[in-house]
């Protein structure tokens, strides 16, 4: 049954009208983006939710699949639809259903040829690091954490190497299905804000657990385990066995996607609230 207090309204004489959508999630408590038959999901449940305001099934696609206690600050999907409802009761509907760790931003019409994966120019990631000598009891699925003191500043000039069009097969998980393992690599940054250390990465396209895996080798780097050479030779000889652990997913934001201004979507580009 429909949403109380949002008309079901007729259908645009049948036409499927496209919708993106801007998402917001902690991914803490699901087995990542794509639905599972065996598991709970952030797919499942936003698709639960608009199916009910839109009264009849929904299927989504969206920017970028996340793992499982991966995060999202504005992740972008589409779906279509034949329900007419306002971009407001899209929002207010669909969040009066969801649980309170998911929570839809906007909702806006879109042309035809929209596509919230392919036509994604670019997508931006964070993945925060606690260097504490204790770990958070507050934000334990919210970060990543070191103890031991982590050098940012060598961390950055070391990922330098990783700007521009390579392959990346170095970091990239053995479950990866993409065809080719070149990615054009944008922007990586690594700073610090007291204990906290952000790595900003932004590129065309990620390979399965890539930011992770870049991650994970560039805090060997910042505990002084490794070097910039180390490094380099990794990234050059391709190969993931010599680069070091995938970094835990609790750190991993996706940050939003990028498109051409002709779509007019109402990004938000929120940053992550912690501390």
């Not at 971009?87 to 879109?110: E, F, H, K, S, T």
């Not at 396209?205 to 930011?211: E, G, N, Q, S």
């Amino acid at each position: 049954m429909p949403v109380p207090g949002f008309a079901i309204g007729l259908s645009r004489r049948g036409l499927q009208v496209k919708y993106a959508i801007g998402v917001e999630y902690s991914g803490a408590a699901y087995c990542g983006w794509q639905r599972q038959p065996h598991c709970e999901s952030i797919q499942q449940n936003l698709e639960a939710a608009l199916g009910f305001v839109a009264n009849h099934p929904v299927d989504l696609v969206c920017a970028g699949r996340t793992d499982a206690g991966v995060h999202a600050v504005e992740q972008v999907a589409h779906f279509e639809t034949s329900a007419e409802r306002s971009q407001r009761a899209w929002v207010l509907g669909a969040n009066c259903r969801l649980p309170r760790d998911i929570r839809l931003l906007w909702v806006a019409p879109v042309a035809d040829d929209f596509h919230a994966r392919f036509s994604a120019r670019a997508r931006a990631y964070r993945y925060i690091i606690l260097n504490a000598d204790v770990p958070s009891a507050l934000f334990h699925d919210r970060c990543s954490w070191e103890f031991r003191s982590l050098d940012h500043k060598a961390m950055h000039e070391c990922a330098q190497v990783l700007l521009g069009e390579h392959d990346f097969s170095a970091f990239r998980a053995v479950g990866c299905q993409a065809k080719s393992a070149r990615r054009n690599l944008h922007e990586i940054s690594i700073m610090r804000q007291n204990q906290l250390l952000f790595l900003d990465i932004k590129a065309n396209a990620f390979l399965y657990h890539m930011v992770r895996n870049i991650a994970g080798s560039l805090i060997a780097v910042g505990k002084g385990e490794r070097d910039s050479t180390w490094f380099a030779e990794v990234f050059a000889a391709r190969d993931r066995n010599l680069a070091d652990v995938t970094a835990p997913a609790a750190g991993l934001y996706f940050l939003q996607a990028c498109y051409e201004p002709r779509f007019k979507l109402p990004m938000m580009a929120r940053k992550p609230l912690l501390f």
